[in-house]
């Protein structure tokens, strides 16, 4: 079965620090993922996929498949970066559909 | 462009009682899906729509709730009768078709008390 897993629910780090959120996934196909952001009072929108490999506002995922993970990071963490961060697999084969994380909430002190 | 638009932004009803939400997707979008997001998880997959025909709803609790897309446009969620436990946030999403980039509404917040 596809599972995702955000080991942290919480992550607080301070202004300029580096940031690493992570994300391990289970899946028997071809993974696809992606992270989702969902900042204070604003909906849910894609921060980045693995298949673009570009960097988004700084953040940067890598694709491990031998360990099974998609951890996110940033060099260099900022205030406006605060918020709850998903990790989420997309199911190949008929009914292509998300499978999220429970989500890590993260906040950058000043 | 408009984004995916939600109403009512907030319910709250008594177990038991019935309750609708409703959605219209980006135009031109042909996949739209509903969420369950219970408070400190992730959403959860309930329903998924190609044009106005169900792809997947393995996770609907079919004996309650119920979804419809006619017209293949906007879509309404249906709980009936409601339990405690569907207090949740209801994110509708849509996609250009199954696969692309899912674009979230700003969800429904349901409290059953």
């Known amino acids: 079965a596809q599972r995702v897993t955000q080991p942290e629910k919480l992550l607080s780090v301070f202004k300029g620090a580096p940031v690493e959120l992570k994300c391990n996934y289970s899946?028997?196909?071809?993974?696809?993922l992606f992270w989702y952001v969902q900042y204070s009072r604003q909906r849910l929108q894609l921060l980045l996929r693995h298949i673009s490999r570009e960097s988004i506002k700084g953040f940067t995922a890598d694709l491990n498949k031998g360990e099974t993970s998609f951890h996110l990071k940033k060099p260099f963490a900022q205030e406006e970066d605060s918020a709850m961060y998903y990790c989420?697999?997309?199911?190949?084969?008929?009914?292509?559909?998300?499978?999220f994380g429970k989500g890590t909430k993260l906040t950058v002190n000043p | 462009e408009a984004g995916v638009a939600q109403s009512p932004r907030y319910k709250i009803i008594e177990k038991r009682q019935s309750v609708a939400f409703w959605c219209n997707p980006i135009s031109g979008h042909a996949t739209l899906y509903w969420y369950q997001q219970i408070l400190g998880q992730g959403p959860k997959l309930l329903i998924q729509?190609?044009?106005?025909?169900?792809?997947?709803d393995s996770q609907l609790p079919k004996d309650r709730f119920s979804a419809e897309r006619l017209k293949g446009v906007d879509s309404t969620l249906k709980i009936q009768p409601a339990k405690l436990e569907d207090s949740a946030v209801y994110l509708c999403a849509s996609s250009f078709s199954r696969g692309n980039i899912q674009y979230f509404g700003a969800g429904t917040r349901l409290s059953v008390l």
């Open positions: 729509f190609q044009n106005n025909g169900v792809v997947d």
């Open positions: 989420a697999l997309l199911t190949q084969g008929g009914s292509e559909k998300l499978v």
């Open positions: 899946y028997s196909g071809s993974p696809e």
